[in-house]
């Protein structure tokens, strides 16, 4: 198990008289998230997407143009600093002359902070972190994943709908993995009255890097000029 791992469930099984020192930790934790997004100089978005993708890849070579687009667009990349598609995404931010970011996380496996980071942190606790993400950002660009891109996902979603963090744009990239996923929601969920049209409307699907970057650039210039109405 790794030291993240052991800390979290060890955090758990904790008496109430022990736990002042870890809520300093994980507080210490949060203090150095804060001054990292406060680094970030520019208009951010993140992109997520699985560790498990190969360089060279359709979908790894997609996110790289995508962040290189962002970059040249004059917003910084934000991911969660690790291989496949967090790494594409941080090496195109550098590729388009972009800052490049990554709020790594100690896990098990897989998850080292890739080489293209101009600014990198490692935290040991998924919910100091994924606060980060949505500290840093103004709209979500979701590639193809397993649960943890799910998990952001959901939860950017969750946010929006019920108002704790204001309404920005999520992308999903790749309609050949994510169609299947709208028709469910759509067919399911919808159907059934336990999302609205609204809810659904806080997505866009596309296979166009060009497109998913034009969308959230418009969309954060809009609310720039909602802001100062």
Known sequence: MSD????DSELLR???AALASDVSLIASEFLAGFQAVERIDRPAVSIFGSARIAE??????????????FAEAGLAV??????????????????????????????PHEQGLNA???????FEHFYARKTMFVKASEGFVIFPG???TMDELFEALTLIQTGKIGSFPVVLVGSDYWEEMLDWVRGEMLA?????????ALLRLTDEPAEAVEWIVTMIEQRGQEGST
């Open 4 to 7: 993240a791992a052991a800390s």
């Open 14 to 16: 904790r008496t109430h």
């Open 56 to 69: 060279g890849s359709a979908t790894y070579e997609t996110a790289r143009t995508t962040a290189r687009l």
């Open 78 to 107: 934000v991911t969660g600093g690790g291989p496949g598609v967090m790494e594409a995404a941080n090496r195109g931010a550098k590729e388009g002359g972009g800052l490049s970011v990554g709020f790594n996380i100690v896990l």
């Open 116 to 122: 293209y980071c101009d600014i990198g942190l490692t």
């Open 146 to 148: 397993g649960f943890g």
């Open 192 to 200: 059934d009255g336990l999302v609205s049209a609204d809810d659904l």
